[in-house]
């Protein structure tokens, strides 16, 4: 309904497998550098697609084993991009026998964002005081700090993940607006 389906496909199936970036301890700030080109400012699941466009574009013009090394100066592991590569394969597959057909124009920020609330209604946040997060049953959260909206705190967000460690985390995260929901 929103012609965002190669979007939210992507993003469906990056959520299904381990995170391909990679941030070694004695590399941190190396890998967040390389990561930060992904990186966008309202929505970590933005920069999910911005992940795979950029490897796609490598992966059209450069051998396995380039490609390979690409991913290693990008802290981003080239087995995880694989299993990524074959669910979206497999959600594409699904998809089309359901009858549903891709959108053939690149979806705008609102259409990708609305069609995932449709899924994470229970994870969706709002500002209360500064740096906390009140969510569904009165929860109250924190940004997860490798999130690329630490910085910004919208008021509105809607998170595929809650994280319960020592402390609550919102965890991939994007800004939304309340009229949204």
Sequence with gaps: DNHCLNEVSIIVA?????????????????????????????SDFAAYLNLW????????????????????????SYIHMREWRDIHRQLEAQVHDMGLRSNTEAA????????????????????????????????????FPGSGLVRNKPKWLVAAELVETGQRYLRTVAAIEANWI
């Design 108 to 143: 705008d920020y609102r259409s990708i964002h609305v069609a995932l609330l449709s899924g994470l209604l229970g994870n969706v946040a709002f500002l209360t005081e500064p740096g906390v997060y009140q969510g569904a049953r009165n929860l109250k959260f924190s940004l």
């Design 14 to 42: 990056a959520l299904e497998v381990a995170d391909p970036r990679e941030r070694p301890l004695d590399q941190a700030q190396a890998a967040d550098e390389k990561h930060a080109l992904f990186k966008d400012s309202r």
């Design 53 to 76: 466009r950029a490897f796609e574009q490598q992966a059209r013009h450069l051998s396995q084993n380039k490609l390979r090394q690409w991913c290693r100066a990008h802290f981003v």
